[in-house]
């Protein structure tokens, strides 16, 4: 209770602090632009949110010892990425978050969100265990650092793992699948040193395609595709075949004039390749693509599946297969994760403003063809985590997690404010305007 009094309190005192242009009125917040129109900010429901990550530890003896060597700094981890996994239709789906090792003092950079309140937040629990996580980079059979995972829709955790450090490679980037029922691990695939470049790649985040999913399928065709934010390529691993291939263009690449990233007022400078990775969803009657962008770009891309998943027509380096790609257009502003719905609705966070829009796959892609469908100033800044998942009950839902990034990457976090949160909306009430 205190809890929420304390939000309420902290919400109602940012806008005040923003003078008239804000107000907040009986929990219904609106903004006022220059003139009217005035509109209701789209409230999602806020599964999760926290001041500060609260990890939760074996022991407190264990607790105590990494904080004093330095394993655990309370004043370092920034979440990444949520992903969930249903397992009634009553209760609510287990939530993992990702916490990368950016720099040191990450006690473990996969989570479950457990139900435990505790000062900052809700407490977190290592997934799969502890153990997975407790060398910091000296096991490479363990995870080193994840930015983003996806769990696919036959129950598989596929763990992008970077394998560094504070950029210090320690192992190579490798995939960790997990069965996530069974929390067994089902396989593990590490990449060669020509798909990636040591200190230079980060991966961050894995794309799982799978054309003969569940029910009638049996998860065997399967193409993973891992975006190399800081390499500036993409890596496709054909999981059945056992094969990889790097591509890497101008495609992949950043855009130095969309370097400099401004977030609620706040600039940081960021040269980033591919983040945001989607697929043409199956049973739509349209020829299927990988949509991906840059972090640092305002580019949207496409490229046929059938290109990409083509290990043959790659051999040829920057030139590889250069024609097959689409520049579908520019919206003139970043946008990071991205997921695509079933009906082919692409989704990304933007930053101005700062919401979650959409843009409908059959029509050209330009700054105007992007619609908003949810406006948070507040709570949406910003959107780091993103997924579309498909309840094993039918129902489509999006899933993102907001982070402050912007505070974070100018050492200006505020404890005493909620920073981090996991929300969700229906995605049919989503696109259809009707409350979460
Ligand atoms: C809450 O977060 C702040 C900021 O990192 C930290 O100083 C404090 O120790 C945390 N409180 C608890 C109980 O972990
Ligand atoms: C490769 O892409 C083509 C075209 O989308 C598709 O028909 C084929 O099934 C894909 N191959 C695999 C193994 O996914
Ligand atoms: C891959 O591309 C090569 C060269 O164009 C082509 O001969 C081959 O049929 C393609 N393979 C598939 C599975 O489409």
Redesign the pocket.
């Known amino acids: 209770m205190y809890y929420i009094q304390l939000y309420l309190v902290l919400l109602s005192f940012t806008f005040c602090v923003c003078s008239s242009v804000y107000n907040y009125n009986g929990g219904i917040k609106y903004i006022q632009q220059n003139s009217p129109p005035i509109y209701p900010y789209k409230e999602l429901n806020t599964l999760y949110e926290a001041?500060?990550l609260?990890f939760g530890f074996p022991s407190e003896a264990e607790r105590q010892a990494t904080l004093r060597d330095g394993r655990y700094n309370?004043?370092s981890a920034l979440p990444i990425d949520v992903d969930v996994y249903y397992t009634s239709p009553k209760a609510l789906p287990i939530i993992f978050m990702t916490i990368p090792r950016f720099g040191k003092g990450i006690p473990y950079s996969l989570a479950y969100v457990t139900g435990v309140p505790?000062?900052?937040g809700t407490e977190l629990q290592p997934y799969p265990s502890y153990d997975w996580h407790r060398s910091h980079g000296k096991d490479c059979e363990g995870l080193t650092s994840v930015c983003r995972v996806h769990i696919d829709p036959c129950g598989r955790m596929w763990i992008l793992d970077s394998g560094e450090i504070e950029n210090e490679q320690f192992c190579s980037p490798q995939l960790v699948v997990i069965d996530v029922a069974t929390s067994r691990l089902l396989h593990r695939y590490r990449l060669s040193e020509d798909l990636y470049k040591s200190t230079v790649s980060r991966f961050v985040t894995p794309l799982v395609d799978i054309t003969d999913p569940p029910p009638r399928g049996r998860c065997r065709e399967t193409f993973v595709y891992m975006a190399d934010a800081t390499g500036f390529g993409i890596v496709v691993y054909d999981v059945q075949k056992g094969e990889s291939w790097r591509i890497e263009n101008k495609y992949t690449y950043p855009d130095p004039d969309f370097s400099t990233h401004i977030i609620a007022g706040e600039r940081f400078e960021l040269l980033e390749g591919v983040i945001g990775l989607a697929v043409t969803p199956l049973g739509l009657g349209l020829p299927r693509s990988l949509y991906f962008h840059a972090f640092s770009n305002d580019a949207q891309v496409a490229i046929p599946l059938e290109i990409i998943n083509n290990s043959s027509l790659w051999d040829g380096g920057f030139g590889s297969a250069i024609e097959h790609f689409n520049l579908l257009g520019k919206r003139g502003v970043q946008c990071a994760a991205s997921a695509m719905t079933m009906n082919g609705v692409l989704l990304c966070g933007h930053y101005e403003p700062i919401g979650l829009f959409g843009w409908n796959i059959r029509t050209p892609y330009t700054f105007n063809t992007r619609f908003l469908l949810a406006e948070n100033p507040i709570k949406l800044q910003f959107i780091s985590g993103l997924k579309v998942i498909t309840s094993p009950w039918g129902k489509e839902e999006v899933w993102l997690l907001s982070n402050r990034l912007q505070k974070a990457f100018t050492g200006n976090i505020n404890?005493n404010e909620i920073n981090f949160r996991i929300m969700r909306c229906g995605v049919e009430e989503l696109l259809q305007g009707r409350p979460c």
Do not use: C, K, W
């Open positions: 001041r500060n609260e309370p004043d505790r000062p900052n404890y």
